[in-house]
C-alpha cells in the first residue's frame, strides 16, 4: 500500500481506501472475507455511512480486532426507516441517537471522521452549520470523534465548507465524468491549499464507467473481462483509480466493492503497469460536463412507494445496452417496480446529480413492464 497525509489531519491513510455500501444485503461471511482481505493488503480508510441495524452489527463483526489498523468515518444524519429504506435526516435528535447506535454496534469509543452527511444546497448548509455542526462538536469534545469531516456532491456548497476552516476532510466524487463539472477544479486546489484531506468517493461514477453502454460516450466502455470482447475503448478499474488519484488534493479513493473480485480488482492499482495506468486514451471523452447521469447511489430516497430507484436505474441502463435473461430476471426480484412510479417528485428534489428521475421510470416500465 502506498500512504498519503489525509491533510491537516496528519493521519496516514492508504491510496485505496473501501467504500462499504455495497456490501448492504451480503451474508456476516462476506463481510469478514471482504474487510479482512483489504485490511492485509493495507486498506485502512473505510467508510460506512449506511445507519441499517443489521448492516451496522455486520460490519461491526467484521471490524472486531481490528480497531487499531483502520481510520474510521462515520455518518451524521445518516438514518434508516422501518421499512429499510436510507433516508437523511437533520433532526438533532435523531442524528445524535443513530451516531450513538453507530458508535455502539460497531463496539468503537470513537469515530476518526464524523461526516456531516451529504450536504448540497446552500439552505441546508446554513441547517447543518447551525445544528449537525455542533452535534460534531460536542461529540469530538466527549472524545468520540477525532476530525470533522462533510460529504458532498456540489463544488459551491463543498467550497463554502473548506473556506469556513470548520471542515478537516471532504469526501466528493472525482472521477471521469466530473472532470469538466464547473467549479470542480478550484475546489480540489482550494482542499489542498487550505489543508483538507480530499476523501475521492465514486471512483468508478457508482460502477458506471465500468458498465458497458451506461455512459452515453462515443465509444462503449467497460472495466470488467468479461465484457471487453471487440470494445473499441475501454475504460478499466485502474484507469479510473489512476485518474482519480492523479488529481491535485486527492488523498484516498474509496471504491465501493461487493465481493473479493473487486477488491482484488481495485488493489490491483498498487502493482499496475504505467501502461494500465495510462488514461490519456480515455479523458477526451470526458471534455464536457453532462447533469443528469445517475450514479446509483440512492440518495434520492426514502421514495413513498418504496421502489429501489438506484437497482432500477442500474438496470434500466444495462438493458437499454443489451437485454438479457439475467437482467430481467433481477429486475423481476425487485419488491416494488417503476411501475409503482406515483411522480411525486421526492427523488428528484434530492437527488444530488439532477436525474430527472420519473421520465427514467417510465422508461423502465416500457422495457420491462409491469
Known amino acids: 500500500m502506498i500512504y498519503r497525509k489525509l491533510g491537516r489531519t496528519g493521519v496516514d491513510i492508504g491510496i485505496i481506501g473501501m467504500g462499504t455500501e455495497y456490501l448492504n444485503g451480503l451474508p456476516p461471511e462476506d463481510f469478514l472475507s471482504i474487510v479482512s482481505k483489504a485490511i492485509e493488503y493495507g486498506v485502512n480508510y473505510i467508510d460506512i455511512f449506511f445507519a441499517h441495524p443489521e448492516f451496522r452489527d455486520k460490519i461491526g463483526a467484521a471490524l472486531k480486532g481490528k480497531r487499531d489498523k483502520v481510520i474510521i468515518a462515520g455518518h451524521l444524519g445518516s438514518a434508516a426507516r422501518k421499512d429499510g429504506q436510507y433516508y437523511k435526516t437533520r433532526d438533532p435528535e435523531i442524528t445524535e441517537g443513530y451516531y450513538l447506535d453507530f458508535l455502539k454496534r460497531l463496539d468503537m469509543e470513537y469515530a476518526d471522521i464524523i461526516m456531516l452527511h451529504n450536504v448540497d444546497e446552500e439552505k441546508e448548509y446554513e441547517e447543518v452549520m447551525d445544528s449537525a455542526l455542533k452535534i460534531a462538536q460536542k461529540f469530538q469534545k466527549e472524545g468520540k470523534a477525532r476530525f470533522i ?100 488534493g486527492v488523498c484516498t479513493a474509496i471504491p465501493g466493492v461487493k465481493n473479493i473480485s473487486e477488491l482484488d480488482a481495485a488493489l490491483h492499482y498498487l502493482e499496475a503497469a504505467d501502461e494500465e495506468k495510462d488514461f490519456s486514451s480515455v479523458i477526451k471523452d470526458f471534455a464536457e460536463y453532462t447533469a443528469g447521469e445517475c450514479v446509483y447511489c440512492n440518495h434520492c430516497l426514502p421514495c413513498p412507494s418504496k421502489i429501489d430507484i438506484g437497482q432500477t436505474m442500474r438496470l434500466l441502463d444495462l438493458a437499454q445496452h443489451a437485454m438479457s435473461d439475467e437482467i430481467l430476471a433481477l429486475y423481476e426480484e425487485l419488491d416494488t417496480k417503476a411501475s409503482d412510479c406515483v411522480e411525486c417528485g421526492s427523488c428528484v428534489k434530492r437527488c444530488p446529480f439532477e436525474v430527472d428521475v420519473i421520465p427514467k421510470m417510465k422508461e423502465a416500465v416500457e422495457l420491462f413492464g409491469d
Request: proline share 6%; aromatic share 6%; glycine share 8%.
Open 149 to 248: 469531516g462533510m460529504s458532498a456532491h456540489r463544488p459551491k456548497v463543498a467550497t463554502k465548507a473548506i473556506e469556513s476552516g470548520i471542515v478537516d476532510v471532504l469526501m466528493y466524487p472525482v472521477n471521469f465524468t466530473t472532470d469538466a463539472m464547473p467549479g470542480r477544479k478550484e475546489l480540489l486546489s482550494k482542499c489542498s491549499s487550505n489543508g483538507v484531506g480530499l476523501v475521492a468517493m465514486k471512483p468508478y461514477a457508482g460502477g458506471k464507467l465500468l458498465q458497458k453502454g451506461s455512459i452515453h460516450l462515443e465509444h462503449y466502455q467497460s472495466g470488467w473481462e468479461s465484457m471487453k470482447k471487440d470494445l473499441p475503448n475501454v475504460i478499466s478499474p485502474i484507469q479510473c483509480l489512476s485518474y482519480t488519484l492523479s488529481q491535485i
